[in-house]
Every structure is written in structure tokens, then in C-alpha cells.
């Protein structure tokens, strides 16, 4: 019963690289979301998806971009890392309204 | 605007003993949920309890409870006997039935000290 599986758990990144962060989910869960973590901070919203093909702007999107071409999975990609980016990345998924999410293990990003 | 608060960046409290944390929202929507979620040192964001704004009684899971006051717009966590296993961050979320997001608290570290 694997939940939300993020990949990778760490990631060195130089500046200027590009990476996708995966997220994939067994639930069939419509609402899928990615956060970020600054060290000592709280979650801040990214992008979300409330179905395949359906993706939106969070608090915080620039710099990101993200697809959904199917319920279970939604990667987030960076394509030009800098060093603003360092973070924990997390993705979390939500069956309906009002609903908890539920979250992966998160992704140790860090860019040098 | 829909906003929410947790006052407190951190706390000792005394293994054994009950510890509130504060978390005041502010909401124009009638319908919304509430939520609580640790974090410890391993990283993990763990589900503890979640409050609707319609539900009549506290909500309780155990150790954890719910004081939810609406018309005060607070509704803080508590945890009950406390144990070293509760030092984590603790973070308070809102989501309001006309949106998608969760809003987010900063966030509160909980220390229980043996």
C-alpha cells in the first residue's frame, strides 16, 4: 500500500540544470498538490491538479512547471535551478472536499 | 482574505503534561475545514486531526483534541499527557469549500522535556 511515492529523496543540482521531481499515487485521489519547505518554514503552495489535465498556479509558481496526464502521477519540473530553489519539495494527494491529504516523504533538494 | 495564524514559533512543555497550541484562522466562506499536522525531525507530514466548520462536537483522536471556539475563529490542538514522542513542528491548515488549497500556518515547535 505505497500511498505517495516522491523521487527522488535527494538531489544535488548546479545551477542553470534541470531535474523533474516525481510524484505518483495509488489512491486514485483527484486532488494532487507540490509544496515547498524552506528550513524552518511552513508549506507554501506550488501547483496543484484537481484532475488529469488540469493543473493551476499555487503561491509560488515561478521558476516551476508541471503536467498531469494521469491520475497517479504528477511531476514537477525545474528547468533552469537556482540556488532560490533549495528546498524540500513535497507532494500530497486529497480524495474529495474537506478531505486531509495525504503527503510523500518529500524530496531533499539542494542547488549549488 | 482567508488567513491563518499560529502565535506561537515554540514550546517547552514538561513531559506528562497537557499542551495547547494556538491557531486562529480568519474566513468569510461558511464552510470550512480545519486541520492538524506534525512534522517531526524525520521529515514526514502526518495527518493528526481535522475539524469541520459545520460539526457540532470537538473533534477527538485520541491523545489529540480540538478546541474549536467558531465565533471566536480558534481552534487550537491539544495534546494530552504528553510525550517525548510529540516534540515536532505542529501546523494548522484551512481549507475553505470554495477553493482547492490548503492555506498554511508557519508552524509551531513542540519540545517535551523529560
Redesign the interface.
Known sequence: NAGVTQTPKFRILKIGQSMTLQCAQDMNHN?M?WYRQDPG?????IY?S?GAGIT?K?EVPNGYNVSRSTTEDFPLRLELAAPSQTS?Y?C?TRRD??Q????G??T?LSIL | AQKITQTQPGMFVQEKEAVTLDCTYDTSDPS??L?WYKQPSS???I?LI?Q?SYDQQNATEGRYSLNFQKARKSANLVISASQLGDSAMY?CAM?W?SN???I????TKLIIKP
Open positions: 486532488y498538490y518554514m511552513g508549506l507554501k503552495l496543484y484537481v493551476d499555487g524540500v513535497f500530497a472536499e474537506l486531509p491529504q495525504h503527503f516523504d518529500g531533499r | 470550512y475545514g486541520f521529515g514526514e507530514m495527518f481535522y469541520g501546523f481549507k469549500y482547492y488549497q490548503l498554511w500556518g508557519a508552524g
